[in-house]
């Protein structure tokens, strides 16, 4: 059974840094991708970025600039570097983990942990 843990979510203040981290029961080269989303009070679930097994990054455009995603493979943990942080950035934030097989994709979610940026 594969299995999403994250670490790394706090309290901080707005300009502030954390680093979230994502360590799996399975090599992280298993999975297509690697990504994080996050969700606010009240609203869906958004995308926030994403690595690719040949470690191309995506990001959403609120994130840009100041978030960057990273892989170790030796450690099978997928980090997700958080600076000059928003009051907006406070959610919770999962992991996902994918996996392409013959009849579609299998996703796989950690449990969440929370940021909130507040002064």
């Known amino acids: 059974q594969v299995q999403l843990v994250e670490s790394g979510g706090g309290l901080v203040q707005p300009g502030g840094s954390l680093r979230l981290s994502c360590t799996t029961s399975l090599s992280i080269a298993s999975f297509s991708d690697m990504g994080w989303y996050r969700q606010a009070p009240e609203k869906a679930r958004e995308f926030v970025a994403s690595?690719?097994?040949?470690?191309?990054?995506n990001y959403a455009d609120s994130v840009k600039g100041r978030f960057t995603i990273s892989g170790d493979n030796a450690k099978s943990t997928v980090y997700l570097q958080m600076n000059s942080l928003k009051p907006e950035d406070t959610a919770v934030y999962y992991c996902?983990?994918?996996?392409?097989?013959?009849?579609?994709?299998?996703?796989?979610w950690g449990q969440g942990t929370q940021v909130t940026v507040s002064s």
């Open positions: 996902n983990a994918r996996r392409l097989i013959s009849t579609g994709p299998i996703n796989y």
């Open positions: 690595i690719t097994i040949r470690r191309n990054t």
